[in-house]
């Protein structure tokens, strides 16, 4: 495998700063179903799982929630 140059990774690291931060508050009994979800599943990126778990979830509601001209109702007849 070849290696990156300087450049290279420069850009790309520009390109998926995270500068907006984010924070949550858990129960302990939420913790611990967390915690084991993590270990079951072997996922050692804390913050990247829930971050790609919220933006999927967020993600696929608003496909489900998209304006329509007509309601559901009119379009079904």
């Known amino acids: 495998m070849r290696k990156r140059s300087k450049k290279c990774l420069k850009m790309h690291a520009e390109y998926t700063k995270r500068e907006r931060r984010m924070s949550i508050l858990l129960s302990e009994d939420e913790q611990l179903i967390v915690d084991r ?41």
């Not at 599943?41 to 929630?65: A, G, P, Q, V």
């Open 37 to 77: 979800y993590l270990e079951k599943y072997k996922i050692t990126n804390k913050s990247r799982w829930l971050r790609e778990t919220i933006l999927m979830f967020i993600h696929k509601y608003m496909e489900e929630d998209y304006p329509t001209l007509f309601g559901e109702h009119d379009m079904r007849r």
